[in-house]
C-alpha cells in the first residue's frame, strides 16, 4: 500500500532546477534509496519530503492527505542529517530523548524510550557519555536513534555514512537496515554510493539533473538499466555500437551475440550495447570470439580487471576470475579472445537515450 507519493514535483533556485517533475509512491515499510552524483536534486527532495523546503509546484501526499504545506513539527518524519547534528553539550541520552522532552513527555516514559533505543542501536552503558567521546559509529548510532525516539511513521537519512571509513560503513549500512525492519519504518535513503544503494534497498531511485530516471529493485538497475546514463552511472559498463539481427541476437563487433532486443529497437540500423565486465568472457584466440590486445590488468583479489583494445579502436573492459586469469597466461601486449555470455547484453539507442 502507497504511504508517501510525490506528484509533480518540482523545485528551482534562481535559474536552477534542483528537482524537475518528480513523481513517485513509496510503499508502507520500503526501504527506498535516492541515488544520484552531488548536485542531482536527491537531498533537495529529501527535505522537501520532511518539510524544510517547499516545492513550487507539485504535492507530497502521506496516506493519501497533502502534507506539502505542512511544517516539519506537524509531519511524523524522522531526519538524520549528514553531519549528525548532535548536540554537543547534552548526553547520549540527552541527544536521544530531545524529541521526546520538547514535546512534554512524561520523563519516565522517555527514560524507557531512550533505554529501549540504547539496546536497539547498540549503545547501551554509553547513556552518560557526550558526542566528542563517542566514535564516528557511535555517533551516527545516536543520531539514527534520536530520529526514530517519536516513533516517526517515515525515516529520513540524508548520506549518514559518508563522513566514515569504508569498512565501518559497510558494517553499519547493514546496522541501518537491521533497525529499520525491526521496527517496520518506512525509510527513504540518500546517497551517491552505489554499492550502498544496491545492497540495501528494496528500491533504487537514479537522479540526474533534477529528473528522476529509473525506479527499480537493485538487480534491474544494475542488470537491466533503462538509459545510458543509469548504465554508466552504477557500476561499470562496456557501451559498444552494434546492430540488431533479430528479436534475440545482436551483431557485435562481428559476432552475434544472444540478446533481448525491444520491439522498438529491431528495425533500427544501429544501437548501444551496454555489457557489464563480468559478462565478458576471455579465452586463447578462437575462431568465432572477438580479438584484442591487453592494454593492461589490475589485480583485485578476487578478481583481475583486464583492459583491451580492438583492431577498430574498440576499447572495453573484462572482470575475470583470479584463477582463470592466471590459467590464461596472457601478458600485456598480448592477444587474447573475447565474447559475450549470451543473454545478458542490455541494448539502448544509438543515441544513448
Same mark, same amino acid.
Given at each position: 500500500m502507497t504511504?508517501? &507519493?510525490?506528484?509533480?514535483?518540482?523545485?528551482?533556485? =534562481?535559474?536552477i532546477?534542483?528537482?524537475?517533475?518528480?513523481?513517485?509512491?513509496?510503499?508502507?515499510?520500503?526501504?527506498?534509496?535516492?541515488?544520484?552524483?552531488? %548536485?542531482?536534486?536527491?537531498?533537495?527532495? /529529501?527535505?522537501?519530503?520532511?518539510?524544510?523546503?517547499?516545492?513550487?509546484?507539485?504535492?507530497?501526499?502521506?496516506?493519501?492527505?497533502?502534507?506539502?504545506?505542512?511544517?516539519?513539527?506537524?509531519?511524523?518524519?524522522?531526519?538524520?542529517?549528514?553531519?549528525?547534528? /548532535?548536540?554537543?553539550?547534552?548526553?547520549?541520552?540527552?541527544?536521544?530523548?530531545?524529541?521526546?522532552?520538547?514535546?512534554?513527555?512524561?520523563k519516565?516514559?522517555?527514560? &524507557?524510550?531512550?533505554?529501549?533505543?540504547?539496546?536497539?542501536?547498540?549503545?547501551?552503558?554509553?547513556?552518560?557519555?557526550?558526542?566528542?567521546?563517542?566514535? !564516528? %559509529?557511535?555517533?551516527?548510532?545516536?543520531?539514527?536513534?534520536?530520529?526514530?525516539?517519536?516513533?516517526?511513521?517515515?525515516?529520513?537519512?540524508?548520506?549518514?555514512?559518508?563522513?566514515?571509513?569504508?569498512?565501518?560503513?559497510a558494517?553499519?549500512?547493514?546496522?541501518?537496515?537491521a533497525v529499520?525492519?525491526?521496527l517496520?519504518?518506512?525509510?527513504?535513503?540518500?546517497?551517491?554510493?552505489?554499492?550502498e544503494?544496491?545492497?540495501?534497498?528494496?528500491?533504487?531511485?537514479?537522479?540526474?539533473?533534477?529528473?528522476?530516471?529509473?525506479?527499480?529493485?537493485?538487480?534491474?538497475?544494475?542488470?537491466?538499466?533503462?538509459?545510458?546514463?543509469?548504465?554508466d552511472?552504477?557500476?561499470?559498463?562496456?557501451?559498444?555500437? =552494434?546492430?540488431?539481427?533479430? !528479436?534475440?541476437?545482436?551483431?557485435?563487433?562481428?559476432?552475434?551475440? %544472444?540478446?533481448?532486443?525491444?520491439?522498438?529497437?529491431?528495425?533500427?540500423?544501429?544501437?548501444?550495447?551496454?555489457?557489464?565486465?563480468?559478462?565478458?568472457?576471455?579465452?586463447?584466440?578462437?575462431?568465432?570470439?572477438?580479438?584484442?590486445?591487453?592494454?593492461?590488468?589490475?589485480?583485485?583479489?578476487?578478481?583481475?580487471r583486464?583492459?583491451?583494445?580492438?583492431?577498430?579502436?574498440h576499447?572495453?573492459?573484462?572482470?575475470?576470475?583470479?584463477?582463470?586469469?592466471?590459467?590464461? =597466461?596472457?601478458?600485456?601486449? =598480448?592477444?587474447?579472445?573475447?565474447?559475450?555470455?549470451?543473454?545478458?547484453?542490455?541494448?539502448?539507442?544509438?543515441? %544513448?537515450s
Open positions: 504511504q508517501v &507519493a510525490l506528484d509533480g514535483i518540482t523545485k528551482r533556485f =534562481g535559474a532546477t534542483a528537482v524537475d517533475r518528480v513523481s513517485l509512491s513509496i510503499a508502507s515499510g520500503e526501504f527506498l534509496c535516492l541515488l544520484g552524483a552531488s %548536485g542531482c536534486g536527491k537531498t533537495t527532495l /529529501l527535505r522537501i519530503l520532511a518539510g524544510f523546503t517547499r516545492p513550487d509546484a507539485g504535492a507530497v501526499l502521506e496516506n493519501g492527505r497533502r502534507v506539502d504545506t505542512l511544517p516539519p513539527n506537524r509531519r511524523a518524519v524522522g531526519f538524520v542529517f549528514q553531519s549528525y547534528a /548532535l548536540f554537543p553539550t547534552k548526553t547520549v541520552a540527552e541527544n536521544i530523548g530531545f524529541g521526546l522532552a520538547v514535546r512534554h513527555r512524561p519516565r516514559e522517555i527514560a &524507557a524510550r531512550v533505554a529501549a533505543l540504547c539496546d536497539l542501536v547498540r549503545l547501551a552503558g554509553m547513556e552518560g557519555r557526550y558526542p566528542h567521546e563517542l566514535s !564516528g %559509529g557511535q555517533q551516527q548510532r545516536v543520531a539514527l536513534a534520536r530520529a526514530l525516539a517519536t516513533e516517526p511513521s517515515l525515516l529520513l537519512l540524508d548520506e549518514p555514512l559518508s563522513a566514515l571509513d569504508a569498512k565501518i560503513r558494517h553499519l549500512r547493514g546496522e541501518i537496515r529499520v525492519d525491526r517496520k519504518v518506512t525509510t527513504v535513503y540518500v546517497t551517491h554510493d552505489q554499492e544503494a544496491l545492497s540495501i534497498a528494496d528500491r533504487v531511485a537514479v537522479m540526474e539533473a533534477g529528473k528522476l530516471l529509473q525506479v527499480d529493485p537493485p538487480l534491474d538497475i544494475y542488470l537491466r538499466p533503462r538509459e545510458r546514463f543509469v548504465a552511472f552504477v557500476g561499470t559498463t562496456n557501451a559498444l555500437p =552494434g546492430r540488431p539481427i533479430d !528479436g534475440a541476437r545482436v551483431e557485435l563487433c562481428g559476432m552475434a551475440v %544472444g540478446a533481448d532486443v525491444p520491439a522498438r529497437l529491431r528495425e533500427t540500423a544501429s544501437v548501444t550495447v551496454c555489457i557489464r565486465p563480468e559478462h565478458v568472457l576471455l579465452s586463447p584466440p578462437r575462431a568465432g570470439a572477438g580479438r584484442a590486445k591487453v592494454a593492461g590488468a589490475t589485480f583485485g583479489g578476487a578478481m583481475v583486464v583492459r583491451l583494445a580492438d583492431a577498430d579502436g576499447e572495453l573492459i573484462a572482470d575475470v576470475p583470479t584463477h582463470e586469469w592466471q590459467a590464461l =597466461g596472457i601478458a600485456a601486449g =598480448g592477444e587474447v579472445g573475447w565474447s559475450v555470455r549470451p543473454g545478458t547484453p542490455v541494448l539502448l539507442p544509438a543515441d %544513448g
